[in-house]
Nanobody, 126 residues
Framework: VQFMESGGGSVQAGGSLRLSCAVS????????AGWVRQPPGKEREGVASVASDGSTNYADSVKGRFSISMSQDNDKKILSLQMNSLKPEDNATYYC???????????????????WGRGTQVTVSS
């Protein structure tokens, strides 16, 4: 499975960024995908996820500001994260991740994702 992440960068507080991740090479198309972030010096934390049935889940800290979606583009799935009203505490490396379990449900913790992208940096200045 390959991940191609894009869209990270620097923005001032209150601004917006959109992250994208193209997932390809999977054998089973019903899987959960999500974004996990790791702030400097801290543990990884789940940001948002979308299950194969389209249901979504968000961390309390991003509810109302971030929106996750997944679409099909030929043989790839495109996972997107629209981030609005960014805050300095959103500073982190953001990872695209997938959870390949029959049925397409999402993991309970971010560390249970089975495959990961390389990450993209998001920097929010105050």
């Amino acid at each position: 499975v390959q991940f191609m992440e894009s869209g990270g960068g620097s923005v001032q507080a209150g601004g917006s960024l959109r992250l994208s991740c193209a997932v390809s090479g999977y054998a089973y198309s019903r899987f959960c995908a999500g974004w996990v972030r790791q702030p400097p010096g801290k543990e990884r934390e789940g940001v948002a996820s979308v299950a194969s049935d389209g249901s979504t889940n968000y961390a309390d800290s991003v509810k109302g500001r971030f929106s996750i979606s997944m679409s099909q583009d030929n043989d790839k799935k495109i996972l997107s994260l629209q981030m609005n009203s960014l805050k300095p505490e959103d500073n982190a490396t953001y990872y695209c991740a997938a959870y390949f379990v029959y049925g397409g449900s999402c993991p309970r913790t971010p560390y249970e994702y089975t495959m990961w992208g390389r990450g993209t940096q998001v920097t929010v200045s105050s």
